[in-house]
């Protein structure tokens, strides 16, 4: 009877390939996919938006459903206990990514000002926004990418 994974030792090198077989669910890859044309959509939408803060909230929109999007092809589906950011887990998660989610995690505040009315968003703020946005959605790609194809994060460290 030929051999297949279901019937290797315990412990052999077939048996210890399927566990660390760095490719996600199919399931986690559809969730990051959807994460991300949800992510596109919202820098779409920027483009079209009139008001300042609309426009600064749907960058930032874009850039936390993208961060979603590597979360859901890297962390392994559990509880969480407490309310971790997205931006605090990045790291975790993928540690090239910690300047990416340095950098939006220091945008947080502003954009929860703004929303209440705290807090004008300037435009000169939006235009520095708008192509780290467009840059991290394009690493976020790639990296769902590798992910799909069985290959670890090999990006560039900080990025941001």
């Known amino acids: 009877m030929p051999t297949t994974a279901s019937h290797q030792p315990r412990g052999s090198a077939a048996a210890r390939s399927l566990k660390s077989d760095p490719r996600p669910e199919p399931a986690q890859i559809i969730s990051a996919r ?3 044309d949800r992510a596109e959509s919202r820098l779409r939408e920027s483009d079209v938006v009139t008001d300042p803060t ?3 909230s749907a960058l930032y929109q874009a850039a936390l459903r993208a961060a979603g999007a590597v979360l859901a092809v890297t962390e392994k589906p559990k509880r969480r206990r407490g309310s971790l950011s997205a931006w605090s887990r990045l790291p975790q998660a993928v540690p ?11 945008l947080s ?4 000002d ?4 705290l807090r004008p968003v ?3 703020q939006i235009a520095a926004l708008r192509p ?3 840059e991290f959605l394009h690493v976020v790609e790639t990296e769902i990418i590798r992910r799909e194809q069985g290959k670890g994060s090999k990006m560039p460290a900080g990025a941001a």
Do not use: C, K, N, S
């Not at 505040?109 to 929860?112: G, I, Q, S, V």
């Open 54 to 56: 609309e426009e600064f």
């Open 114 to 117: 703004a929303e209440v009315g």
């Open 109 to 112: 505040r502003l954009r929860a």
């Open 34 to 36: 959807d994460l991300l």
């Open 122 to 124: 300037l435009e000169e």
């Open 96 to 106: 090239e990514l910690t300047g990416w989610a340095t950098y939006f995690a220091g």
């Open 132 to 134: 780290r946005v467009d």
